[in-house]
């Protein structure tokens, strides 16, 4: 053996017919190649163990030599998985139903939220052969029992390969005409490892440690803080970890983030980790955030949630609205290390397993005939340009613009869109993009650009048929734009990154993200603006202040006495000749807003009516979860000259709501335009 005694076995994706090699570095590999087993410098091979499904009397196993799975019959749910010399990594002091199991969060019409962990009534085998076993656990929805159950039926597959480390999941949900109407907040699988083994935590390079654990959060363990997913550990089996705050909102990433995470063993060394090979069945787009794994030494697999966004993106489907949606398939995979063997390659080896997967995607192997194999899909290429006349006269190439297909909708309606599939991917530098393996359909072409404002949508629908391949040619993107900038604040990225991150309060850490990319992730920083700005609120001056030190990340509610107070930011800045006959534009974008109100007054701070009020806007939360970013928002403000005078001017930004502390706005960029120009186009010299 060879690199550290680092084992893989990889399965055969693809057209599931050739001979499938891979090899990184010295990393020593098992590779499955044409039905063969072969170990590097050994000098023997031998083919892997077929698949076998064993059939108890309330289970059932599937054993592929490398690992056997064991689920509940008819439930479907995972009770064990053995692979190496761990009986079960999952955790064997919880009750059956609750290691490793598919769930949702519901709620009827008029109704309360309802908790259901999916357990089926019906089990069947769909494929058994030597190569591939493919199980299916379903429940039927039964109009007798109205609202016993969600108004779905759901079929939960799970298939193991031969020679795979590892096993797939995924479901088919589906509503019916005549059916009543739900809400669907949440549908994820969940698998709960064992506590006494599985205590390392991996879901980026710069975002793994050492976790507390599970009985860390129970009482006289832990203190209580300001929402129930975060407590300071006060006594921690393991007192390194004295004092830091535990939340799994800490953990969250973005969708096109969370590929693989889980968890690794020390002794044995062993690896369990989620793979999503494709983010076509989330919702919410690329950018929408997501829990991935978290103490309780507990990996998800999130497909639809709430989370940083609320109920802009929770479902509703009417009676009688028919709904099919498969989710998954995602990959369980195990891997192990020699005795001596650093263990933490077996993370590096999981990113190369994810990076297999993501090239097998969409697999070939599911059964169902709902989801389509890449015979079935179509693709789409282009590039994207930005026309903006007031940064020159040329097209801008979009340098890494977000482009993808969603559901027809209005322009932006992508990132609350829930109920079906999207398709993204990234620009080249020269704005080039290329999505393949798109489902077919009807969609709309979407894209945004970092560096500019705004949306783009184009003005025709897309039709994906089978084997098609469209060539978009040249598409325009034109940002809002009416004038030259007169001045900025921030960048235009969908994000509040930019601004000013706190320390956090010293009793309340998370060591891990001291002097990181992600300092936002510490809990309690919303109480840290009434300690920088104890008496007035925050003050920025244009060509003085440095939106990186002076502009707070978020515009929250200060704490005075017993109570909470509204806060009212200022921007000053001088003019030297107002133009009192024209309309300047301000444009305000938001990277977050949390039952918050944005309102906006011009050099008078106590006018009865603002010129600009949101009204209530966003559910998104994002203070309270650790998030620098929700929902986008897109303000354009007319000012008029009227209002601006020659020398020092102000605007008020007033987030007056105040009923909690977690409500407030996230600035994402901010630019006042001087009225517009009439020979824009032939002036290259206006610049932002």
Not at 423 to 447: C, M, P, Q
Request: hydrophobic share 35%.
């Amino acid at each position: 053996m060879t690199g550290g005694g680092l084992h893989r076995i990889i399965g055969c994706f693809g057209d599931c017919s050739g001979t499938t090699t891979q090899t990184h570095g010295d990393v020593n590999d098992n590779l499955h190649c044409g039905g063969l087993v072969r170990r590097e410098n050994d000098s023997l091979t031998m083919p892997p163990a077929r698949v076998q499904l064993h059939s108890l009397d309330r289970h059932v196993v599937m054993d592929n030599g490398i690992l056997q799975v064991t689920l509940s019959k008819p439930e479907g749910i995972v009770t064990g998985v053995q692979y190496g010399s761990i009986n079960n990594v999952l955790e064997v002091l919880n009750n059956e139903s609750n290691r490793g199991y598919w769930d949702l969060h519901w709620t009827p019409p008029g109704g309360k939220g309802i908790f259901d962990v999916i357990k089926g009534t019906d089990f069947r085998v769909i494929v058994h052969t030597e190569e591939q076993a493919e199980l299916s656990f379903t429940r039927m929805w039964d109009p007798s029992q109205e609202w016993k159950y969600i108004p779905l039926n759901i079929d939960k597959r799970f298939v193991m390969l031969r020679g795979s480390s590892g096993f797939y999941s995924y479901a088919i949900y589906e509503h019916l005409k005549e059916w009543p109407g739900f809400d669907l907040g949440e549908t994820r699988i969940t698998f709960k490892l064992r506590k006494d083994k599985f205590q390392y935590m991996a879901i980026a390079d710069n975002r793994q440690r050492f976790m507390p654990l599970p009985d860390d959060r129970l009482a006289g363990r832990c203190q209580a803080l300001a929402y129930q997913e975060a407590v300071l550990l006060v006594n921690p089996k393991a007192q390194e970890l004295k004092g830091e705050v535990d939340d799994k909102y800490q953990y969250s990433c973005e969708n096109k983030d969370i590929q693989v995470h889980g968890w690794i063993s020390f002794n044995p060394p062993v690896g369990f980790w989620q793979i999503t090979p494709s983010n076509e069945f989330r919702t919410g787009g690329p950018l929408k955030q997501n829990l991935t794994s978290h103490v309780g030494s507990t990996t998800l697999a999130m497909f639809h949630s709430s989370h940083y966004a609320g109920k802009d993106l929770v479902p509703r489907f009417e009676a009688h609205e028919p709904w099919k949606k498969v989710f998954g398939p995602v990959f369980i995979y195990l891997n192990s290390a020699s005795s001596g063997a650093d263990p933490h390659w077996l993370w590096e080896d999981a990113k190369i397993q994810m990076m297999a997967e993501v090239q097998s995607w969409p697999y070939c192997f599911p059964a169902s005939e709902d989801f389509p194999k890449v015979e079935d899909r179509g693709s789409i290429c282009g590039r994207l340009l930005v026309r903006d006349s007031y940064v020159g006269k040329d097209y801008i190439l979009a340098n890494g613009a977000y482009v993808g297909l969603a559901p027809p909708g209005e322009v932006g309606s992508w990132q609350r869109e829930c109920k079906d599939y999207q398709f993204w991917t990234r620009s080249d530098e020269n704005g080039y993009f290329f999505i393949k393996h798109v489902r077919a359909g009807n969609y709309n072409l979407y894209a945004w650009v970092p560096g500019f404002i705004g949306d783009y949508r184009g003005d025709f629908g897309v039709t994906i048929t089978s084997g098609c391949d469209i060539d978009m040619g040249d598409l325009v993107y034109e940002p809002p734009r009416d004038g030259p900038t007169l001045w900025e604040i921030g960048i235009p990225d969908r994000s509040a990154a930019e601004f000013y991150v706190p320390d956090p309060d010293p009793k309340y850490i998370n060591k891990l993200f001291v002097n990181h990319p992600d300092r936002f992730r510490q809990y309690g920083l919303w109480d840290r603006y009434a300690d920088i700005y104890p008496d007035e609120d925050l003050v920025y001056t244009v060509g003085v202040s440095n939106y990186s030190k002076d502009w707070f990340f978020a515009q929250v509610v200060r704490k005075k006495g017993d109570n909470l107070v509204g806060t009212s930011w200022q921007i000053k800045f001088k003019l030297e000749n107002a133009d009192r006959n024209a309309t300047y534009k301000l444009r305000v974008a938001l990277a977050s807003a949390t039952l918050a109100e944005l309102q906006v007054r011009v050099n008078d701070p106590n006018t009865k009516r603002p010129l600009f009020s949101s009204g209530l806007i966003g559910r998104d939360n994002s203070i309270a979860r650790l998030g620098i970013h929700g929902l986008y928002w897109l303000y354009n403000v007319n000012i008029p000259g009227t209002q601006l005078v020659e020398g020092e001017n102000t605007i008020f930004l007033t987030q007056p709501r105040c009923t909690s502390p977690f409500q407030g706005i996230m600035y994402d960029y901010i630019r006042l335009e001087e009225p517009p120009r009439s020979n824009s186009m032939q002036d290259p010299s206006c610049s932002s």
